[in-house]
T-cell receptor, first 113, second 110 residues
Framework: EAGVVQSPRYKIIEKKQPVAFWCNPI?????LYWYLQNLGQGPELLIR????????DSQLPKDRFSAERLKGVDSTLKIQPAELGDSAVYLC???????????FGPGTRLLVL | RKEVEQDPGPFNVPEGATVAFNCTYS??????FFWYRQDCRKEPKLLMS???SGNEDGRFTAQLNRASQYISLLIRDSKLSDSATYLC???????????FGAGTTVTVRA
């Protein structure tokens, strides 16, 4: 069974530029998560989807971050404009339900210069 | 106070040793618990769920103490390949809010 797929794996951009990350969850997983992870810290939730509905976006900085999961399968996370402090690893995870264990993709390592 | 706290370590142990560490959580409504393993520059991978009665998976044993609000992970007969950061995850089932600890680093030396 294929795992969670993310692209790109690495991205280097200049500050104020836009950037987008894509995630395809494990087939059949209704719950999808986007996390941000800084070095030496645990993942921090940005947004959680149940199917196509964003059920928890309380930690998403909505002035510059947006996300969508239009058909309840794959998802896109966008940052516009990027700031230096956005440099981090962006992880996508999925689970069959919100109560079950999550499975993570390999992440996108973002560097903002 | 953070919802989930872990001793960052590092725990440096020789091969074959036993190492154990805890994770404390602040919200008594937390209902499900997991341990994840994360290697350097890799994504977290599920190690094991933690059940109320405690559970084992090979050399790994997880325990839950609801009264004192902590979970523990014990690794027996440590291998070099056990060197990693171990993340504790706590799930609040009434709203499915998951919280991650910052991780405990374990280094197993030859």
């Amino acid at each position: 069974e294929a795992g969670v797929v993310q692209s790109p794996r690495y991205k280097i951009i200049e500050k104020k530029q836009p950037v987008a990350f894509w995630c395809n969850p494990i087939s059949g997983h209704n719950t999808l998560y986007w996390y941000l992870q800084n070095l030496g810290q645990g993942p921090e939730l940005l947004i959680r989807y149940e199917n196509e509905e964003a059920v928890d976006d309380s930690q998403l900085p909505k002035d510059r971050f947006s996300a969508e999961r239009l058909k309840g399968v794959d998802s896109t996370l966008k940052i516009q404009p990027a700031e230096l402090g956005d440099s981090a690893v962006y992880l996508c995870a999925s689970s069959s339900t919100g109560a079950e264990a999550q499975y993570f993709g390999p992440g996108t390592r973002l560097l903002v210069l | 106070r953070k919802e989930v706290e872990q001793d960052p370590g590092p725990f440096n142990v020789p091969e074959g040793a036993t190492v154990a560490f805890n994770c404390t959580y602040s919200n008594s409504a937390s209902q499900s618990f997991f341990w994840y393993r994360q290697d350097c520059r890799k994504e977290p991978k599920l190690l094991m769920s933690v059940y109320s009665s405690g559970n084992e998976d090979g050399r790994f044993t997880a325990q839950l103490n609801r009264a004192s609000q902590y979970i523990s992970l014990l690794i027996r007969d440590s291998k070099l390949s056990d060197s990693a950061t171990y993340l504790c995850v706590v799930n609040r089932l009434y709203d499915y809010k998951l919280s991650f600890g910052a991780g405990t680093t374990v280094t197993v030396r030859a």
